[in-house]
Nanobody, 124 residues
Framework: QVQLVESGGGLVQAGGSLRLSCAAS????????MGWFRQAPGKERQFVAA????????DYSGSVKGRFTISRDNAKSTVYLQMNRLKPEDTAAYYC?????????????????WGQGTQVTVSS
């Protein structure tokens, strides 16, 4: 069992930055690939970024590539999402997720554990 707790969301002006953190419980964090997803009201949850268990493979959605950076610290059992040059369309609840094994995935259904989410609101 893995419990995930996100933090770092908030209200920011367009062009600003936020850093999300996701702290995982348990001693097996390094055995899980991790992903960040987001969900705006009335929309489906969508892939944002993912990182393999070792950190060696990283994927981004096209809408955030070049602006967001995913990273992980296995010693701290934490995954991060640095978000720069934020846009109003980035407004959503952001969720981190854990997937057993090395490989990450862009598919929301392939993750085993989810956090409760943290709200990011970008004003224009």
């Amino acid at each position: 069992q893995v419990q995930l707790v996100e933090s770092g969301g908030g209200l920011v002006q367009a062009g600003g930055s936020l850093r999300l953190s996701c702290a995982a419980s348990g001693r097996t964090f390094s055995s899980y690939a991790m992903g960040w997803f987001r969900q705006a009201p009335g929309k489906e949850r969508q892939f944002v970024a993912a990182i393999s268990s070792s950190g060696g493979n990283i994927d981004y959605s096209g809408s955030v590539k070049g602006r967001f950076t995913i990273s992980r610290d296995n010693a701290k059992s934490t995954v991060y999402l640095q978000m720069n040059r934020l846009k109003p369309e980035d407004t959503a609840a952001y969720y981190c997720a854990a997937r057993r094994g090395y490989l990450s995935s862009v598919n929301v259904y392939e993750y085993d554990y989810w956090g409760q989410g943290t709200q990011v609101t970008v004003s224009s």
